[in-house]
């Protein structure tokens, strides 16, 4: 299976697969850090020389900033051995670590069996605090990658304005 | 399992060192998984004719059941030459840990369990970082604009 886009999908599938199968299926996370190769490390130069656009202070991803800086991820895997269903989901981010952490819990209550009730007071305020971030974080990467395409178009619209002048 | 569940707060306690340990290497993976733990009671384990006689038996069980949460790191090794290249990485071992969370107590556990990964998972992107960068963008973009 394909990884999810966005991290409410991927909840949203799993709690459907929970629900269905709560016995078998199991939720895996995995943090790791990647120490990248020198292969690696000399394809993300080549990368950056192509693309000067790209230099290491107006870039968003880190990982391109410095060729030689360790990749780390955050991926989420729910998989029902029993049906062979399996749904992914990986980040980069920390910030959405607390909430991914927080869909675990939720869904860790459909695995116990307990209700799906809202008894706490807590409760809804979480879920207001996870769904917002996820729609302010869907805008900040359409925005970004409208940035980018702006930035990389960029070269085009100077040379037009030069033709102007 | 070989090993004992431990009570929550030693897992707490192991998982930071577990975290720990994959920030002073530098590199690696930390495994956490959660499932059911369904076949360790007696009174819930199904008999065969339970299963036969309602197939969906786990959808509805009598009472809650606990969660079992497991972390563990990536083993690594030298290499023998023969199977697998002789590389310059270190043996490490493997870690293993296991707690088992009451029902009762999800709720708390989790909000520990995300404090803890997140002061772990040290490694990933600030969100602070990239604002940052956005505003260098949009001014390094600016300036651009101003030269050409």
Redesign the interface.
Known sequence: MPYFATSTEWFEQSSLLLKARPTTTRITSKYTVLRPSASKIRKRKKYLEKRPNLSSTNNPSSTLANPSEPTATFKLKTYDPVSGTCLKYETNKAAEVGRLIGSLGKLSRHMAALPDVVDDFSKPTEMEGIETPTREKDVKVEVGVVEQKVSTGGGGGKKKKKAKK | MAEAHLSNDDFFARLTDL?GH?RRK???????????L?FDHGSDAPSPTKVLDDPLW????E?????LIRASNNVSSKGDGKGRPITDRKNVEKIKLSTI?P?GQ??A???R??EV??A????????D??KK??D??KK??VE??TK?
């Open positions: 975290f994959n530098g590199h690696g993976s930390v495994y956490l998984t959660q499932k059911r369904a786990d959808m509805h069980p009472s809650p059941l606990p969660i969370v029902p999800i709720d556990f989790y909000a369990y995300a990964c997140k772990g998972m040290s490694g990933l992107r600030k969100r970082k990239k960068k956005k260098k963008k390094k973009a651009g604009e050409g």
